[in-house]
C-alpha cells in the first residue's frame, strides 16, 4: 500500500508557511505501516493541481491532498480532483446545512461563497469529522483514491486519524506493522558512528529489516533510528529490542537516551535521582543551559538557577574567578565552583569560550572550555566546535550536560 | 526561469524532520524572481531520486537537491546526479585536501568514508563556499543544471547566497525584480493586524502590486511581508518604500523593526545607542533573554550578564527579594532592581511567572510579570500568554524586551 502526499499552497512554495503538515501525514503514515515514497508542493494553479495529482496516482494506491478546500476563489482542490476524476461538482445539501449551522453555533454571519465547501465532485463522499467549516473527502479515482483534507492541522489531523489512517488500513489488508526506535547519542562524528555501525549496516541490508539510519540533530545530538516492519506489534517490539541493545553495545557511553529523552532531560533524571541541586555559571552560551534546563517540566526538582557571567567583571565580582585571561581550564573550572557556592547547589556547570565572530584572547572561534564541579571534583573540558556563533553555543550546551552525565556516571533508561 | 526544489531524506518522508530548507529555498528564488512551481521530498533511495531528478529537469530549467552529500553509506546524492548525467564519480584531490584540513583543523580524526564526499559528478564544479565537510556541486545536464547542497541549513544558505542564487540570475539573464520588505511588529494579535491593514490590502488587491501578507513566527514576532515587483531595484525600492511607510503609520508603536532585525538586536541597539548596561534575573524564562541578547555579535557592548533565578531562595539571597508569593508584580520589579545592583548595571530586567503545565501560587498557567528598572523608574508589567511551555516562556521573552522597547523609547531603525 503506498500513499503520496500533496501540500497545496502557493504560499508553501514562497516559503511564507513551513509545511509542517506532510511531515506530520508522513509519520502518522509510517506508524500505519503504509508506505510513503513521495510528497509534494504545488500551487494554487488548477493544471498543475491535476497534473501533481495524475502524477501520484500513477505510482501510488493513495494520495492525500491537504490544504485548497477554503471558501475563497484560489482554493480549487475540489475543482482538480473533479477534473482528475472526469465528474463535476455538485452541492451537497447535507454538507451546506452543516456550514450554515457552523456558522449560526458560532454567531457569526454567513457570506455565500462559504457554500462553494459545499460543492463536491460527483461520486466523493464527505469525511464525518468535520471540526471546521472546511469539509475532507473520500473521492475514489477507479481502484484508487484521493482523501481531500484542509490545511489547518488540527482539522486535517482529526480526519487523518478519525477517517483515512482507518481506511487506508483496511485496503490494504492485514497490512504489518512498522515500529521506530531512535539511539540518542553525543560525542561521536556521524562518520565515525557511520564507520562504527557499517558492518552491521551492511549485514542488515539483505533483509531489510530491520534497517539503520542516522539523523544530525544539532543541540538535540546525532539519532540513530532503528526502523522493523512485523505482522504484530509485539514482534516489531522484540527485532527492535534485539537491534538497539547490538547497537548501544557498539556505541558505548556515547548513547546518552532513546526516543524523545533529551540530554537536558536525562541529565535533570540523574539529578533527581541522585538527589543532587545544580547551578550553572554561563559565559559562551550566555543563558542557554539554564535554559533548556529550565525547559524541562519540573525542572525546579534539582534546577537552582544559575549565573549569566557575560563580562568578565561579574566573572571576578560573582563568581570569584581569578584575574588573567577567561578563556581556559582555570576560569571553567572557577565558574562551576564559584556559581554552586553562590547558588548552594550541589553540582556546579560553566562554560566560557569563543563563539565569534572574532577571536578572543588569541584564541580560534570556536574554542570552548567546559567546566564541571561534583563533591571534590572539579573538572574542566576543552573543546573545539564547528559552525557558527549559534551552533556552537548549542554544541557548548549539550556537549557541557554529556560531560556531566559521564561525571555522575549516568545511565540511559530506556 | 523556473527551479525545483528536491529534499532529500527518507527521516523528512517519515516526518522526523520538518523540511524547512525548502521553504527558505523557495522564499530566496522568488526574492530573485525566479519561478518555483514545484517542490519535492522523496527518501535516501537511487531509482526514486533518479526518477524524481528526470521529472523536475523535465519540468524546469534548474533544480535545487537539498541533502545526501554526507559521509555515509545512505548519501547518495552524489551517484543519482551522475546516473542523471550519464557520467561516472571522479575524486577531486583539492576537496579531498579541503575534509582533511577542514578535520586537522578541528583536531579531529578523519575517517576514509569522510572522503566519499570529495567524489564528484565527472563535469560537475565544486561551489567555492564550503562552511563544513560537504561540499556543493554544480551539475551541468544539457542546457539544465542541477545545484546539490547540503542538507544542514547554514552550509546550505551560504552556498544559494553565494552561489546559486547568483548563478540563477545570470542564467535567467534580465529579469524582473522582486523585492521584499518585512515590517516586524510585536503587540498586535494576527486578527487585529489583519482588520487594520484590511482597506489597504483590498484597495492592493487591484494591482497586485505590492502585496502584502502576514507570518506569525512566536518568538520572532509578527512578520509583515511587503513584496513590489518592478522592471528594476530602484523602482522597487522606492514602492516598497512608499508602502512601508503607509503600513507603519497604521500600525504604530508596534513596529520595533525591519528585515532581519529581531527584537533582541533593535533593544541592543538602543541600549548601546544611549550608552547603557543591562543585567537580567530570569525565573520562568530560565536564561531565555539573556541568552538571545548573548546570540548577539557583540552583546558584550550592553550585556552585563544575569541571574537565573528558578528557585524561590535565589531570588531572595541573591537578588533581595521578599518574602511572599513571586508570581506579583512585586517580585518582578524587585528582581530588576536587585539584578541591575548586583551585577553593576544601568538597566535591569526580569520575569516572573507560570509556565505549566501546573498553575502556581492560585495563578493560572501563561500568567507573567515583566519588570523593568531603568533609573528611578522600575515598573512592572502583567501578561497572560497562550500556549504550552515553550510557547509560554518565548512569548515572555520578547515581551519583556518589548516593553524595554518602550520604555527607552526606542524607534525602529530602518
Redesign the interface.
Known sequence: MRCEVIAIGT??????????N???????L?LAGID????????D?LG?MVE?LR?ALGRADAVIVCGGLGPTQDDITREAIAEVMGVDLVRDDAIAQRIRDRFAARGRHMTENNLRQADVPRGASPIPQMPGTAPGLVCPVGERVVYAVPGVPWEMRQMMEGTIVPDLRRRAGDTGIIR?R?VRTWGL????L??IL?DR?TALDATGNPTI?????GIEGL?V?L?AKAPDAATAARILAEEEARVCALLGEAVFGFDDQTMESVVLDGLVARGLTVA?A?SV???????R???I?G??RA?????????S??KR??LGVPEGPVVTADCAKAMADGVRR???ADVGLATTGVA??DEQEGQPV?TVWLGVAVGDEVSAEHQ?L??????I?QYAVISLLSALRRVLGIEPAG
Open positions: 504560499e508553501l512554495l514562497l516559503g511564507q508557511i513551513v509545511d509542517t506532510s511531515s506530520w501525514i508522513g509519520e502518522q509510517a510513503c515514497l513521495h510528497q509534494s508542493k504545488v500551487g494553479n498543475r501533481s502524477v521506530s531512535v562524528a556521524e562518520s565515525a557511520a564507520e557499517a549496516i539510519a542516522f539523523l544530525a540533530s539519532k533510528r526502523t550553572v554561563e552560551t550566555g543563558g542557554m543551559v539554564a535554559s534546563l529550565a525547559g517540566p525542572a525546579s534546577l537552582r538557577g544559575g549565573v549569566v557571567a557575560y563580562s567583571e561579574v565580582a560573582l553562590l547558588l548552594g565569534g565572530p570556536g573545539r564547528p559552525g557558527d556563533r549559534e551552533r553555543r
